[in-house]
């Protein structure tokens, strides 16, 4: 119980602070909501956690694919380049405005790029924070 | 004019216009970009969507059942999408009903030939002979085998003669 208010604070510290979209601002919630399942620990998603994983080099993936920077751009502000040379327009919220309001489509692309980039799937608090990370760019 | 001369001039006119015609076809003719939605839909995200009838059936299958590596990036699809897409893409195939187009493709492979890329075809290959030597594709930057529009401006819309 105690645990769950201190999510529930730390959630409502975190998302209405934002003009996210429902969508959005569900999508942050259900990974809230799996983050605690995965790990009793957790307690909020953090940006900067998010920013450090969306910008370091990892290891375990393909070797083509070391960073989500390797085809989304140095910064979530700047467009990306897939390998076979097709723009990926910013993640950056403030950029590309309509991103993530699509539950599925996130679902798809984490499933594929959290396999090519660490060779796993992507843990729901790793998910969450990078989608922090973004929606505050 | 004799009957005779008229015939001659007949076949000459005739044989004129074959030729033209076929000059014309060699560079102005197109390869409808594929319409079948959840193709465009799964396919062009990350690159081009190629054409389904430049490889043959046997290479999609092997494509299609190889998405978890897919030209180095896991690109899986979920069972049903994969299916209806492999569906589409084998009866479009350069031995299938894309042979009209297809066929130029298939030409030097050998039947269960499969190969993974459209540049290891050898009418590909005959047809970038010169820029192959040349190494235009080794270049950093955007002139990968891959990248039609690099070069061919319009090959999204079909065009890849230009």
Known sequence: MKAFIVWMVGLATVVPQHAWSGEQASLLEKYARQARQESPDFTVFQPQRGELFFTSRHSGGK?????????????????????????????AISKTPSRFADPDKVEKWFGRNCDSVLGRPCTAQEKGDVLVYLLKQ | ?????????????????????????????????????PTVKACSDCHMLYPAEMLPKASWE???????????????LPEG???????????????????????????????????????????????????????????????????????HLQAAQGWYEE
């Not at chain 2, 890329?117 to 990968?144: C, D, M, N, W």
Request: aromatic share 6%; net charge positive; with cysteine.
């Open chain 2, 81 to 151: 999408e994969r299916q209806e897409i492999t569906r589409y893409l084998t009866r479009m195939a350069g031995d299938g009903d894309g042979r009209a187009w297809g066929r130029k493709f298939l030409r030097g492979l050998s039947e269960g030939d499969a190969p993974m890329r459209i540049s290891e075809t050898p009418y590909f290959q005959r047809k970038h002979g010169k820029k192959l030597s040349a190494g235009v594709f080794k270049k950093e930057g955007s002139r990968s085998p891959a990248n039609c529009p690099a070069c």
């Open chain 2, 62 to 76: 092997k494509i299609m059942k190889n998405l978890d590596n897919h030209f180095g990036e896991t690109a899986t």
């Open chain 2, 1 to 37: 004019m004799s009957h005779r001369r008229v015939c001659f001039s007949l076949l000459l006119i005739a044989s004129a216009l074959l030729w033209s015609d076929t000059a014309w076809a060699d560079r102005h003719e197109r390869i409808p970009p594929a319409t079948h939605a």
């Open chain 1, 63 to 91: 070797p083509d694919t070391p960073a989500c920077t390797t085809c989304h751009g140095a910064t979530p502000t700047s467009s990306g380049m897939t390998r076979a040379n097709k723009p990926i327009e910013p993640m």
